[in-house]
Structures are given as C-alpha cells and as structure tokens.
C-alpha cells in the first residue's frame, strides 16, 4: 500500500522527534566515529579547484561539518532537528539549514558536492525517487554525490522510533540512476573486515555536465 501524506508526516515527525529526545546521547555516541574514508571519497571525486561547496545533508551535530571545514572547504549543513542543528551550528560556525528530508526547499545548483552520510536511509522508498531528483538539482553540473546507508534486502518500516528503508546494491543502483546519476564507485565499511561484518554501503555518483 503507497504511503499517504498523513503516513509520511508521522514518519517525518516521529524519526525526528526521536533524534530531538536523543540528541546529546546521539552526539556522544557519533562524534568520534571516523568517516575519514567516506569524505575522501566523496572529494576525490570532486572536478575543479578548491575550496568547494558542499552540502552534508543530515549533518547531526557538525561533526563533519568541522572536518570539511578544516580542510578549507565550504560546508553548509542540513538537520531536521532543532536540537542536532543548534549543535551544528556552535560546533562549527557554519549555515545549517533546518529542513525535513520530505519537505526540501534547496538552492539549484549551487553545491559541488552533497555528503549524505547515514541519512538517506531515513527516506521512505516511496519518495526517494523525488529527494534524490531535489539533490540532483542542488548540485552544479558535474557535481558529486557520496551516500552511505545501511544495507539489507528490501526491508522498509519503523525500527523501534525511527523509519528506515534498507536496500542491496542492485536496488540502490537502479534508484540512483532513476534519478540520472552516474556511478563512480562502490564500497563497504567498515574497511577490513567480511562483508558480513560490514553493514555499511558506500557509493559515489556523479551528475552529468550539461552539455
């Protein structure tokens, strides 16, 4: 059964509401994670000449907000909970845009690129084709953009407070280039370990330049 637009605000509202109760356990709990491997990813790819403009769409608590940042780029972030932005926003001194991942008002073509760690699994299959399209148009031509999620086979509902949609490669694929990506690259975190022990899903796609 399609979702129906009362369905998509309660998982809009309830996701968020959880992330609003849990904010400063969610930032203890986050801030040292390394994700070194997936900002490298996402700038190596990246055409042009430094500094660049990037979107960190779910940014949480800034923390890699300040990473980019650090490495003189220009980072603007994009929560939807009050809380995680306030924190964002002291962290790292950046413009962070309070916006729902189902309500998105962006700026055309205006990112080079959009890191999209561990948010877009949030996104009900329903309206993913519609958000990444939003986040084709953020981009400049040639603009990047990384995602991670966590991967599964198809599952899609509430995980305890929190909606969640969890897609294999294939199926990720097929919805990327549904919305005009091009691949760049794929992997699987963490780095080292059996693809049974990495749940993670990485993978970079470009928007073709205009012609």
């Not at 890699?64 to 809380?83: I, K, M, N, V, Y």
């Not at 899609?156 to 929190?162: D, K, L, M, S």
Request: glycine share 10%; aromatic share 10%; charged share 25%.
């Amino acid at each position: 059964m399609p979702l129906s637009p009362e369905d998509l605000t309660q998982i809009a509202a309830g996701t968020l509401a959880h992330y609003d109760r849990h904010a400063q356990l969610f930032r203890e709990r986050t801030w040292d994670h390394d994700v070194g491997q997936n900002i490298a990813a996402l700038l190596r790819h990246i055409e042009g000449t430094p500094p660049f403009e990037i979107l960190d769409f779910g940014c949480g608590p800034g923390r890699d907000l300040l990473a980019f940042q650090r490495l003189g780029h220009h980072p603007t972030g994009l929560e939807g909970s009050p809380p995680l932005a306030a924190m964002a926003r002291e962290a790292s001194g950046c413009e962070v845009l309070e916006q729902n991942f189902l309500a998105l008002e962006l700026p055309p073509a205006r990112f080079d690129g959009v890191f999209a760690n561990a948010s877009l699994f949030h996104v009900p299959s329903q309206e993913l084709p519609r958000v990444l399209g939003q986040l084709r148009d953020a981009l400049k031509p040639g603009g990047v953009l990384f995602c991670s999620n966590p991967r599964g086979e198809g599952q899609e509902g509430w995980q305890g407070e929190r909606y969640g949609a969890f897609h294999d490669l294939a199926s990720w694929r097929g919805f990327m280039r549904a919305a005009g990506f091009v691949e760049l690259e794929h992997y699987y975190r963490p780095e080292g370990l059996p693809r049974e022990e990495q749940p993670w899903l990485a993978s970079v796609w470009r928007k073709p330049a205009e012609r």
